[in-house]
């Protein structure tokens, strides 16, 4: 579904042929084939994404938001690149299984479970429940089956109550500490309402977006450090270092670009020169001058980032910088977003694809050299890849109708 709204004429400068071409024959010729053969689980349901880069399963446990994204990708591809009757037989894999064993009693999304979808981890991520949203929206959009949309505006309802709770902490992998609040939720929180507007017009979520975007924008950006920080306090007052001073370029570009579709769509050209302003600082601040890349966090101060492993390149900062950098390209018209996109790009498409097709290394050492260490899951999503390669594709199409109406 693509967001109508403002282009700049200096659109035009990039040829958005050109990297329609390359991202259709990423996602049909490379990535779906190697999930179609490594990922899906047809014997049990859903997706098996514990899994070295090769595809080889290391381990039948299935994380509840992983099942939810394969949901949103293999319906987004059904909905906006083919409808192919395998792309759609892939989502309902994943929805059969999450409509069986991701809730518990109360109707929270549990956090991972195993092969069969008997849990082993109950409802410690709400994360799984913006997910479980997110990808039952895009299911719908793909069925018009009212009882997905019913559960998904459900689930929204009760992540609303949850998340603003006073001794709220259930985002694992990274449970939130007593009195702190993070970036992270109501950047997902942004989008998933966005998306769930898109989808049923109701102007009550119009509000709650204003709400959780300007939770984004009014409090963790802060334009006299040129900087989207991770942490705050339950008041949205500043921690001390080193959780107040953490910062993550790739989740700020990435929460940038959902600021981006929204304000896209509303004609706002403030909030957009403030979103495209911010990801050029996360842009400039993340990347490596001495090897290329964006690293995966910093310390604002200098300091040794708050979680570690932040001098590692993952592929997911990339692939959202990938697309962000064309959405504000379009938006603004700005030489800068050109001049990223590229350069991201050559980095990008130089390090992470695998030698033998099929998919891209999700973690690299600061040199650019594959690495096993796992962050945060041990996981290969069919996610950020993906969602990137269908949003440009989007984009290009919108691009294209807008040329043909002048």
């Known amino acids: 579904m693509g967001v109508k709204g403002i282009y700049t004429e200096g659109a035009g400068t990039m040829d958005f042929s050109v990297i329609e071409k390359r991202y259709r024959k990423l996602l049909l010729e490379d990535f779906v084939p190697f999930w179609l053969c490594n990922g899906i689980d047809w014997e049990h349901g859903g997706v098996l994404s514990c899994m070295k880069e090769d595809g080889a399963v290391v381990s039948t446990e299935k994380f509840i938001w992983s099942q939810a994204r394969s949901v949103w990708t293999f319906s987004a591809l059904y909905n906006r690149v083919e409808p192919r009757p ?24 549990v956090y991972k479970t195993d092969r069969e979808g008997r849990v082993l981890e109950g409802a410690t991520s709400i994360y799984s429940d913006c997910f479980a949203v997110y990808g039952l929206n895009e299911y ?27 001794d709220f902490s259930e985002t694992a992998p990274y449970p939130l500490p007593h009195g702190w609040k993070n970036h992270g939720l109501p950047m997902i929180m942004t989008e998933v309402t966005h998306e ?12 709650l977006l204003d709400d959780y975007m300007g939770r984004v924008m ?60 911010a990801m050029r600082w996360s842009l400039e601040s993340g990347w490596d ?20 492993k932040g001098e590692m390149k993952i592929w997911w900062p990339h692939t959202e910088a990938l697309y962000g950098t064309l959405l504000a390209h379009v938006l603004t018209g700005e030489a800068w977003c050109v001049e990223w996109y590229e350069k991201v790009s050559d980095w990008s498409w130089s390090h992470f694809p695998m030698p033998e097709g099929g998919e891209w290394y999700q973690r690299l050492t600061r ?18 890849l993906p969602r990137a390669a269908i949003l440009m594709l989007d984009l290009a199409r919108e691009i294209a109708s807008t040329e043909r109406s002048l």
């Open 196 to 207: 769930l507007f898109l989808t049923t017009g109701d102007a009550r979520l119009e509000l």
């Open 218 to 277: 009014q409090r963790f950006r802060h334009p006299e450090r040129k900087v989207i920080l991770e942490f705050l306090d339950r008041d949205f007052q500043p921690l001390p270092a080193p959780a107040g001073t953490f910062a993550m370029p790739g989740h700020a570009i990435e929460s940038m670009w959902f600021v981006l579709r929204v304000a896209q769509r509303r004609g706002d050209h403030q909030l957009i020169a403030q979103a495209a302003e």
């Open 140 to 166: 719908y959009r793909a069925t018009k089956k009212e009882p997905i949309l019913a559960l998904a505006s459900e689930t929204f309802e009760s992540i609303r109550k949850r998340m603003d709770q006073p």
């Open 367 to 384: 040199e650019g050299l594959p690495s096993d260490e796992i962050v945060a899951l041990p996981v290969k999503d069919p996610f950020h």
């Open 289 to 308: 001058a001495e090897f290329g890349g964006l690293m995966l966090s910093r310390d604002i101060d200098g300091g040794e980032p708050y979680m570690p």
């Open 86 to 109: 395998e792309f759609l037989q892939a989502a309902e894999n994943s929805v059969r299984f999450l409509l069986s064993h991701g809730r518990d009693d109360q109707g929270r999304w």
